[in-house]
């Protein structure tokens, strides 16, 4: 297991382990302080994001920097994953096998980062993350604890351009996140 995040991007960076490399452009590694006490994980890279090898950077990831704004956080104050660190072809849902394949990654990114809050943006994540059952439309917002980690979902910022009547839904998960933020963390300002 790689000891730093050096190492651990270069393995990452390398990784042939499922069939997502053959049509990759860039691997999405990750994006943010590396000692953020909030880890946001999204479902895997776009198109944009596989062009310019970082995560959220679309349509999606414009939306996603709106809405860190919204409640006083800036990209550069938390740390933005993916359960998958290739682009699926066509933007389709990651596969189990991809997701099995990649999630190590992403355990060895949170065991370095060691976050007091996960947030799961949208149903993949979340069933990945903090249950297979999950359901997003009914259990977003809602806060669980697994291993001393604080974890919550909420929509899918590419959910919310498709679908904006969920907004008001995803504004009340983000002043749930804030409140959060301000009971359990030390270092990471909310306005």
């Known amino acids: 297991m790689a000891d730093s995040w050096e190492a651990l991007e270069k393995e990452c960076l390398a990784c042939r382990e499922c069939s997502l490399w053959e049509t990759r452009k860039n691997v999405v590694f990750g994006v943010g302080s590396r000692d953020a006490e909030v880890l946001f994980i999204g479902e895997g890279p776009g198109a944009n994001e596989d062009e310019q090898g970082e995560p959220f950077v679309g349509r999606a990831g414009k939306l996603l920097d709106d809405m860190l704004a919204i409640i006083g956080l800036r990209r550069e104050s ?56 999950f359901r997003i439309t009914r259990e977003h917002g809602q806060w669980f604890e697994k291993a001393g980690v604080l974890m919550t979902a909420t929509f899918h910022p590419a959910y919310l351009l498709r679908d904006p009547r969920k907004r008001p839904e995803s504004f009340d998960d983000l002043k749930a996140l804030q409140a959060k933020i301000r009971e359990v963390c030390e270092h990471t300002p909310v306005d």
């Open 78 to 133: 938390v740390y933005i994953a993916n359960i998958v660190k290739c682009r699926p072809p066509e933007n389709r849902d990651p596969l189990g096998v991809e997701q099995d394949a990649c999630i190590g990654y992403l355990r060895r990114q949170t065991a370095l980062l060691r976050p007091k809050i996960i947030v799961c943006l949208g149903r993949i994540s979340a069933m990945k993350i903090i249950r297979e059952d």
